[in-house]
């Protein structure tokens, strides 16, 4: 199955990545890419981008050749009640969203507060996918995480940087083997993301490719190998 999407990554306007906008659209082209996601870090995260940024999205052309480039945010959880550092009258604008757990921005609860945190940011209608749920400083109930993820109707990503070797997120081996299994059991796709934050890990999957070849997870249930499944999860797609 060919692998032609990528949904999460940075630029240097996000404070600690590493490459222009042009030098990663350009990057995802080389590999190619068929729908490219730049999705900036929101504003609680220290030395990210001013509101401002993702109000201006609109200037930005959304093809680039044959691929589709989609411009979005990676919203920072701020609380157990899953609020997110931008305001609804700017999600409306944006492609797409990741909601995601950080450090800078989230103080970490017991296993049920941190859960209700993802659900209740799963409640938002903007939010289109849960980012590195996977972090051992975070730990999470994943069958309630799973069936959240079901009702409100939102991905939960299989991040690639985590699963690298020398993660500051700890060795999330054992924590997407219970996640996966309970997608597949309850049918909720996921999306397979690299977080680059240079570019030369665009498109980069390879080590969440051989989390789902280790658990037998089903291909149908991979938006990677689907892009019409895409159609119902974002914002928008063009």
């Given at each position: 199955m060919l692998d032609k999407i990528d949904l999460h990554t940075h630029t240097i306007m996000s404070g600690h990545a590493y490459n222009t906008r042009n030098e990663m659209i350009k990057a995802a082209e080389e590999k190619?890419?068929?729908?490219?996601?730049?999705?900036?870090?929101?504003?609680?995260?220290?030395?990210?981008?001013?509101?401002?940024?993702?109000?201006?999205?609109?200037?930005?052309?959304?093809?680039?050749?044959n691929m589709t480039v989609?411009?979005?945010?990676?919203?920072?959880?701020?609380?157990?009640?899953?609020?997110?550092?931008?305001?609804?009258?700017?999600?409306?604008?944006v492609d797409l969203t990741l909601a995601s757990l950080h450090t800078p921005c989230y103080v970490s609860g017991t296993r049920e507060e941190n859960t209700n945190a993802y659900i209740g940011a799963m409640k938002n209608p903007y939010v289109n996918i849960i980012a590195h749920p996977d972090d051992e400083r975070y730990p999470v109930d994943y069958e309630k995480l799973v069936q959240g993820a079901k009702k409100y109707h939102v991905l939960l990503e299989v991040n690639n940087a985590s699963l690298s070797p020398?993660?500051?997120?700890?060795?999330?081996?054992?924590?997407?083997?219970?996640?996966?299994?309970?997608?597949?059991?309850?049918?909720?796709?996921?999306?397979?993301?690299?977080?680059?934050?240079?570019?030369?890990?665009?498109?980069?999957?390879?080590?969440?490719?051989?989390?789902?070849d280790m658990v037998k997870f089903p291909e149908e249930l991979v938006v990677n190998y689907h892009s019409e499944l895409l159609k119902g999860y974002l914002n928008r797609i063009v």
């Open positions: 190619g890419l068929e729908i490219y996601a730049i999705t900036e870090h929101a504003p609680a995260m220290p030395g990210s981008c001013h509101n401002m940024y993702f109000m201006n999205y609109r200037v930005l052309p959304r093809k680039y050749g989609l411009y979005g945010a990676e919203l920072n959880i701020l609380d157990y009640q899953g609020h997110v550092d931008l305001p609804e009258h700017i999600l409306k604008g020398g993660s500051f997120r700890g060795d999330p081996v054992e924590r997407y083997r219970e996640m996966l299994g309970l997608c597949a059991e309850y049918q909720v796709p996921i999306v397979m993301n690299s977080d680059a934050h240079a570019d030369i890990q665009v498109g980069e999957h390879g080590y969440a490719r051989k989390m789902l």
